[in-house]
């Protein structure tokens, strides 16, 4: 059990395109998503924590307006890099919580490239 | 401030031979602890968890953990390391039932020499 989906696993774009990122559980309710970026060999940095029907709460340094995060159910979070530039290519990876909220899942994680 | 430290970046290790992979935190509280695995490219697996209760945890794939009170410590050991298990390994702390907004370390890189 505890499984967490993201789509794409992968993705490339153009500078100044928007691109969706998708994080599922499969079969938990996830009252809690979490979204995280990595750089290359370095830690997961948490960017964002979203409760179903909420609005996110965004960690310092972290542009809420660039990074739109949707809750809007207990299955589903999105994460939408707008206008995406290449110094947002990464590593973003999400993780789920379900209502005790004492340990996260996490998804294996979408690879963005921006040309 | 709470923290989580990792103090190897890198670690190299001969097939077969025992492994221990350090982890410090700092919390006001005793908090949730975990050790997590990630292969290239990969999400983070979950190897093993502390609450509460006794303080050596056994986990996935042979591998253990004790939990240190005195020396704020949450070391991840394993006493045979196969070929496979060489890949990026970071302990991670929360509190209460927030635990799952985690606190990570660095991460340490296991190298596995044949």
């Known amino acids: 059990g505890a499984v967490v989906s993201q789509h794409p696993s992968w993705v490339i774009c153009k500078s100044g395109t928007s691109v969706k990122i998708e994080c599922r559980s499969l079969d938990f309710q996830a009252t809690t998503m979490f979204w995280y970026r990595q750089f290359p060999k370095q830690s997961l940095m948490l960017m964002a924590t979203s409760n179903e029907g909420s609005k996110a709460t965004y960690e310092q340094g972290v542009e809420k307006d660039k990074f739109l995060i949707n809750h809007a159910s207990l299955t589903l979070s999105t994460l939408t890099v707008t206008s995406a530039h290449p110094e947002d290519s990464s590593f973003y990876i999400c993780?789920?919580?379900?209502?005790?909220?004492?340990?996260?899942?996490f998804g294996p994680g979408t690879r963005l490239t921006v040309l | 401030a709470q923290s989580v430290t990792q103090p190897d970046i890198h670690i190299t290790v001969s097939e077969g031979a025992s492994l221990e992979l350090r982890c410090n935190y700092s919390?006001?509280?005793?908090?949730?602890l975990f050790w997590y695995v990630q292969s290239p490219g990969q999400g983070l697996q979950l190897l093993l968890k502390y609450f509460s209760g006794d303080t050596l945890v056994q986990g996935i794939k042979g591998f253990e953990a004790e939990f240190k009170r005195s020396q704020s410590s949450f070391n991840l050991r394993k006493p045979s390391v196969h070929w496979s298990d060489a890949a990026e390994y970071f302990c991670?702390?929360?509190?209460?039932?927030?635990?799952?907004?985690?606190?990570f370390g660095d991460g340490t890189t296991l190298t596995v020499k044949p």
């Open positions: 993780s789920a919580a379900g209502s005790g909220n004492n340990e996260q899942f």
């Open positions: 991670a702390a929360g509190i209460g039932t927030n635990a799952g907004k985690s606190t």
């Open positions: 919390y006001g509280a005793t908090p949730y």
